[in-house]
């Protein structure tokens, strides 16, 4: 899990929604937990102290949530 209880909140609404955690990593060197759904998100989640992006780059993931200094990733790949 991680620190930040807005991306905690994220992810528990999504597995309970149906959605799958894909994998969980680090990918350095600022961003020390990515949990990447298996998923694109089920619900637009409109929380003020994440930064959202919608990168739509299959090299990496569909779209994320992060903290904003970016030491926390939620990501959601393609399908």
């Not at 991680?2 to 350095?28: C, K, Q, T, V, Y």
């Not at 990515?34 to 780059?57: E, S, V, W």
Request: glycine share 2%.
């Amino acid at each position: 899990m991680f620190e930040s209880n807005e991306l905690n909140a994220i992810l528990r609404d999504e597995l309970a929604l149906g959605n799958e955690i894909a994998e969980e990593s680090a990918w350095p060197p600022k961003c020390k937990k990515l949990i990447i759904l298996k998923h694109r998100f089920i619900r637009n989640h409109k929380i003020t102290t994440l930064t959202y992006n919608q990168i739509n780059d299959p090299h990496y993931w569909y779209a994320d949530y992060s903290t904003i200094d970016q030491t926390e990733c939620l990501a959601c790949k393609f399908k």
